[in-house]
């Protein structure tokens, strides 16, 4: 099946500094989604990205999808208590597109 | 309320009975889903899908049964729980473009 790697598992911040996760994929992916999953709560759909190079914004995230798409990075900067929690990319199944594979998933910390 | 459902959100039940979560949407999206979240694991897709009266396998289905009858229900059953099926369980639904899953709120379930 569909393989995709996120890293880093965990990370740990303090307030105001920046944040990056990666999502690598073997294959070349059709898009790719980003969810994030509050303590306690559930995934919620942060972005798709489409097309090769795309970067798009909101407020201080930055998602990135990769020239080849095969990976994707999401940068928040200066990174906030509000920031806390774990982040999913999730793509396509190759084989049966509306299948989305979730990444391990990279938990954020953010201390004061 | 419009809106993807879970119940019951919390749930003990003892090794060898038969348990069922329910998942119900508003939006009569077509795909839906349910994966389990363990720790280390991310969310691993249990079954899927297509639209009513149409299932398939996902990445761990064995002990799980799943039923589509009707397009905004997704019940699934756990045969004869096990203690390794302890687990926290989603339910998740796909807009028309596959743009977007929307989660429930999750259902955590014991097996003692």
């Known amino acids: 099946g569909q393989q995709v790697m996120q890293i880093p598992q965990y990370q740990h911040v303090q307030e105001g500094e920046d944040f990056t996760t990666y999502c690598n994929s073997s294959?070349?992916?059709?898009?790719i989604q980003w969810y994030k999953q509050r303590p306690g709560g559930h995934p919620v759909f942060l972005i798709q990205l489409v097309k090769s190079g795309e970067v798009k914004k909101q407020k201080r995230l930055t998602f990135q999808f990769g020239e080849a798409k095969k990976n994707s990075s999401l940068h928040i900067t200066a990174t906030q208590t509000t920031d806390v929690g774990t982040y999913f990319c999730?793509?396509?199944?190759?084989?049966?597109?509306?299948?989305?594979?979730f990444g391990t998933g990279t938990r954020l910390q953010v201390t004061l | 309320d419009a809106g993807i459902t879970q119940s019951p959100r919390y749930k003990i039940t003892e090794t060898g009975r038969q348990v069922t979560l329910m998942c119900h949407q508003t939006w009569s999206h077509s795909y839906m889903f349910w994966y389990r979240q363990d720790l280390g694991h991310g969310l691993r897709l249990i079954y899927y899908?297509?639209?009513?009266?149409?299932?398939d396998k996902g990445e761990v289905p064995d002990g799980y049964v799943v039923s589509r009858s009707k397009t905004e229900n997704f019940p699934l059953t756990l045969e004869s729980a096990t203690r390794s099926q302890t687990s926290v369980y989603f339910c998740?639904?796909?807009?028309?473009?596959?743009?977007?899953?929307?989660f429930g709120q999750g259902t955590r379930l014991t097996v003692v």
């Open positions: 899908s297509a639209a009513a009266d149409i299932t």
């Open positions: 998740a639904s796909l807009t028309p473009l596959n743009t977007e899953a929307f």
């Open positions: 294959t070349t992916l059709s898009n």
């Open positions: 999730a793509v396509p199944n190759t084989g049966t597109a509306s299948k989305l594979t």
